[in-house]
C-alpha cells in the first residue's frame, strides 16, 4: 500500500433510514381511519336500500289503484274491500263512493300496508261520470 493508513469510516444512518416503515400506531390509526370509511359507506348504502323499496311499494300502489279505479269505474270490480300479495307484503284496499250529483260520483280507494315506518297509505280518488244516476 501506499503507506496511509488505513482508516475506517463508521457508517452512520440518516433520518430517513430510521424512519422507514410505519410504526404499530400508525396502522392501527389507519385501519381505525378505514373501519369507519367503511362502516359510513355501508350505512349508507343500506338507507338507500330502504328508500329504494319504499319507492317499490309506493308504485305498486299506485299502479293497483289507479286499476282498481278503472275496475270500478267501468263495472267490473263489485267488491269494495280486498287485499293483495307482493313479496310477502300484504295490502288491504277499500272503496269509498260519494255521490256528488244525480249524474256524478267520487271514488276513493284507500290502500294501506305494513312498513318499516310503521304503515304505509295511498289514497287515490276519480269523479266519476254516471249515466245511470246509480
Known amino acids: 500500500m501506499n503507506g496511509l493508513p488505513l482508516v ?10 430510521l424512519q422507514a416503515g410505519f410504526t404499530l ?3 392501527l390509526l389507519a385501519m381505525l381511519i378505514m373501519g369507519i370509511g367503511f362502516a ?3 350505512e349508507g348504502l343500506l338507507g338507500g336500500r330502504a328508500g329504494v323499496d319504499r319507492n317499490y311499494a309506493y308504485t305498486l300502489v299506485a299502479i293497483f289503484a289507479e286499476n282498481k279505479l278503472n275496475e ?26 260519494i255521490v256528488t250529483s244525480e249524474l256524478s260520483k267520487e271514488i276513493i280507494i284507500h290502500i294501506e300496508w305494513p312498513s318499516q315506518e ?7 280518488r276519480r269523479l266519476v261520470y254516471d249515466r245511470n244516476g246509480n
Open 25 to 27: 400506531l400508525e396502522v
Open 118 to 124: 310503521g304503515k304505509g297509505y295511498y289514497t287515490l
Open 8 to 17: 475506517r469510516k463508521e457508517q452512520t444512518k440518516t433520518t430517513d433510514q
Open 40 to 42: 359510513v359507506l355501508t
Open 72 to 97: 270500478i269505474a267501468s263495472g267490473i270490480e263489485l267488491n269494495s274491500q280486498g287485499e293483495f300479495k307482493d313479496k310477502k307484503i300484504c295490502y288491504s284496499w277499500r272503496r269509498e263512493e
